[in-house]
């Protein structure tokens, strides 16, 4: 797996916009890569886990700092 990490700044946008731009920017990543979302949705909490569990990405984690949610996400291989 690569080290290399890309982020997405979602903060701003509501459901589904956050998840519909990490599947976006994870088309144009490797397999094993990793995508930082940091998002201020409520509905994320729910959606990206969802998604990842979905599309076969692994959430690698998922933290709160006040009201920014951060994600990392690793893109599934193959």
């Keep these: 797996m690569t080290d290399k990490n890309t982020e997405l700044d979602a903060t701003g ?3 589904p916009l956050p998840v519909l ?4 920017r994870l088309q144009g990543l490797s397999a094993g890569e ?5 998002a201020d949705d409520p509905a994320a909490i729910v959606d990206v886990p ?7 990405h692994e959430l690698v984690s998922a933290t709160n700092q006040g009201k920014i949610q ?3 996400i690793r893109k599934k291989a193959g």
């Design 13 to 15: 946008l509501l459901c």
């Design 21 to 24: 731009k990490a599947r976006k």
């Design 34 to 38: 990793t995508l930082t979302v940091r």
């Design 50 to 56: 969802h998604f990842c569990h979905e599309a076969g």
């Design 70 to 72: 951060t994600y990392v």
